[in-house]
């Protein structure tokens, strides 16, 4: 579906609506999805993104929890491509790093030391690591001359690297959203079918239930309900908790309209055909009712995703979402929570930038999937 | 339109009632209990007579009983207004509500007012001029507010302003000012402190705003009584202002409804971040701190402005929009 769908290599011959007509939905919708420019930018960053949090321990030069100890609350390494003398340099290097205390203060501060060139090579050896937790290897995309170290976004006040932090960050952040939206759709779908196509008693609780939970606030039941995981679980244990947690807040939504819709099948004739065709319920839901509600429910998802990434953010931001050992990018950004530590190490504050790609490009994407989901509709 | 507001308030009180129920649920899912946790507290600080202060607390806060009694006696209480005592501050909720409230809509009101305002009147203009450079400069703009929480924006701001001033905004007043008499300076210390939630709260605010109304306003101007309004020779500004916007604002009115809530906790985290004294971080410190009936209080409070500004947006609509009454 994704290959090149151009018109003009359609038979000859044929107007441009013919040619239109000739194309399945799949074709229709991509093209429709193609029209949209920023849609299309937002899905190649994603795919950048997601690429670079699944090989975040090749990309990342050093491992998630490697601490430094020389280098506690170093401000951002500058690449250099040009010496103090104006030579350019290929591979890029940085200067060395002298550390100054305070006397008074006993504050470490940095000052580069423009004399000391070190190189960076590309797919050097570095820190040992097993790579998706199958082969062992040191190699790294990029690592820095001994005795330096390189630390693109600067270091917490472990003296642990923050770029390498926000790439194995990225994994859960990224991740934890899918799943909670999976599993909101799981969910959302399987009620919203039953309660539309049975009706009656069981509609009507249905309905109920879920007028309730969307009364109350969605951040408040998100800080109300993470703080019910268990501060002793295992960290996958509250991985998929915090997963849990983010999808109950938008099931009740995505159940409604998968409601909406099969209300509107339920008599269509293909429903009535495959009644008398003594299709049992089960079967007249999943292989009639469901696919017919998947392209909206694919719309809704693609919209949820970004609000669940964020609330990933907000929860663990404040303690109570994701928590250490695991790392995300709320988890990150949890060290800057202290104002007077973010006013010192400002770069704390990097990973937003991170959040602010990826939910930004998940909304160019969402509006992108929203207009392709009914490629028949007047432009 | 009687009948109809008389069904939707019969229909709202078992709502609420089960939202009672499922919010105190919620309350009490953390294991562990505040008072247990107190005791640890000042058994570590060495303090004799913890286990006999814990005893007395949980007696007066009910925690040995079983859940549902405990419940049925918080419940009676709730609806003659009697709110019970928060256990953090050892003082009755409503005191803290109402030392609270007052501050949170002074910060979030004005921010409400001004973000719907700016929204508004940017979204019109973005919809009446689709797919220009300010169009496509407002979505982007808009894109970005939606997707960088207002936290980040706070803390950011922070940053910048200790950077550029050398001080650094939190809480409501500096330091020499925390206790001193109201003056004209203490005013202006204060407005200084404010301007960076109410920026943010703004920023976030409107660029929903904006998206919201443009997307409307395109999908009104689409139809076809725009057209014969246009046939008919009125001026472009009346059938834009006039007939349009005025039906392209509906939907705004359903969201209106959120608002009360929103005006509550709708910014809680940039108030904490920024040390304010305001109802949302009292709400994360009890939920913290298992301080169940005030975070029991607060949610309760929350959900039931969303079920009463939801009544009232919908009958505003019914009142506005009478396709809609007879559902």
Not at chain 1, 15 to 29: D, G, K, P, T, Y
Not at chain 1, 333 to 361: C, D
Not at chain 2, 61 to 67: A, E, F, K, V
Not at chain 2, 153 to 176: C, D, K, M, P, Q
Request: with cysteine.
């Amino acid at each position: 579906m994704t290959a090149a769908i151009d018109l003009r290599t359609q038979p000859s011959g044929m107007s441009i609506e013919e040619r239109r007509a000739m194309l399945s939905v799949n074709q229709l919708m991509w093209l429709r999805f193609r029209r949209n420019r920023l849609a299309v930018i937002g899905m190649i960053i994603l795919i950048v993104m997601y690429t670079m949090a699944f090989f975040a321990d090749f990309l990342a030069p050093y491992t998630v929890d490697q601490t430094h100890q020389k280098y506690v609350s170093t401000p951002p390494t500058g690449l250099q491509l040009f010496d103090t003398q104006g030579e350019f340099h290929w591979p890029p290097f940085v200067y060395g790093l002298q550390s100054k205390t305070d006397p008074d203060t006993f504050r470490r501060t940095y000052v580069p030391k423009t004399e000391e060139l070190y190189s960076v090579h590309f797919f050097g050896h570095g820190e040992p690591y097993k790579m998706f937790g199958l082969f062992s290897t040191d190699r790294h995309f990029f690592v820095v001359d001994e005795p330096r170290k390189i630390f693109l976004l600067g270091t917490d006040s472990t003296g642990r690297d923050l770029f390498s932090r926000v790439l194995y960050g990225a994994r859960i952040s990224l991740s934890v959203g899918l799943v909670g939206v999976i599993l909101s759709l799981v969910i959302g779908a399987f009620i919203g079918v039953t309660s539309g196509y049975f009706g009656g008693v069981m509609d009507n609780i249905i309905q109920r239930i879920i007028e309730v939970i969307s009364s109350i606030p969605q951040i408040p039941l998100w800080l109300a309900l993470a703080a019910a995981v268990p501060p002793n679980w295992s960290p996958i244990r509250v991985y998929f908790g915090i997963a849990v947690v983010l999808s109950f807040v938008t099931w009740g939504g995505l159940a409604r309209q998968v409601r909406g819709i099969v209300l509107g099948l339920r008599d269509a004739d293909f429903v009535i055909a495959a009644r008398y065709a003594n299709c049992s319920d089960l079967r007249i839901i999943v292989r009639h009712l469901l696919p017919n509600t998947l392209s909206h429910v694919l719309v809704i998802a693609t919209v949820a995703i970004p609000g669940m990434i964020l609330g990933e953010t907000a929860l663990s931001f404040l303690g109570l979402g994701i928590r250490p050992p695991m790392t995300s990018w709320g988890v990150l950004l949890n060290e800057a929570q202290h104002v007077r530590v973010l006013l010192q190490q400002p770069w704390l504050l990097m990973p937003a930038i991170f959040v602010l790609v990826t939910i930004v490009s998940f909304n160019f994407v969402g509006d992108g999937v929203r207009d392709a989901a009914d490629p028949f509709a007047a432009a | 339109m009687v009948r109809y507001i008389l069904r939707r308030i019969l229909i709202a009180i078992p709502t609420l009632f089960m939202i009672a129920v499922v919010g105190y649920i919620t309350m009490e899912l953390p294991p562990g209990d505040y008072v247990t946790r107190y005791v640890a507290q000042l058994e570590a600080s060495g303090q004799s007579g913890a286990r006999e202060r814990g005893a007395v607390l949980r007696t007066l806060y009910n925690l040995d009983d079983p859940t549902t009694v405990r419940f049925a006696h918080w419940i009676t209480r709730f609806v003659q207004g009697d709110f019970g005592d928060s256990m953090i501050y050892q003082r009755p909720i409503r005191e803290l509500v109402a030392e609270r409230l007052p501050l949170t809509l002074a910060l979030t009101f004005p921010a409400f007012i001004l973000s719907w305002l700016i929204g508004i009147s940017l979204g019109i203009y973005s919809a009446t001029h689709q797919y220009s450079i300010s169009d496509n400069v407002l979505t982007v703009l808009a894109f970005l507010g939606l997707g960088l929480p207002g936290f980040l924006i706070a803390l950011a701001l922070l940053v910048v302003t200790w950077r550029v001033t050398g001080n650094a905004y939190i809480g409501l007043f500096s330091g020499e000012f925390a206790s001193a008499p109201w003056s004209l300076a203490k005013v202006l210390d204060l407005a200084k402190h404010l301007w960076i939630p109410v920026m943010v709260v703004v920023v976030t605010g409107t660029a929903w705003v904006v998206r919201v109304m443009r997307g409307n306003l395109l999908d009104e101007l689409r139809v076809n009584y725009v057209q014969a309004v246009r046939a008919k020779g009125v001026p472009e500004s009346t059938v834009i202002l006039k007939h349009a916007v005025r039906n392209a604002f509906h939907p705004l009115l359903m969201a209106l409804g959120g608002v009360l809530a929103w005006l509550i906790s709708g910014t809680s985290i940039v108030e904490q971040v920024l040390g304010l004294p305001t109802l949302g971080p009292l709400f994360i410190q009890a939920t913290l701190e298992q301080d169940i009936y005030l975070s029991g209080t607060i949610l309760i409070i929350i959900s039931f402005l969303l079920v009463l500004g939801n009544l009232l947006a919908d009958i505003a609509l019914a009142w506005l929009d009478p396709r809609i009454r007879f559902d």
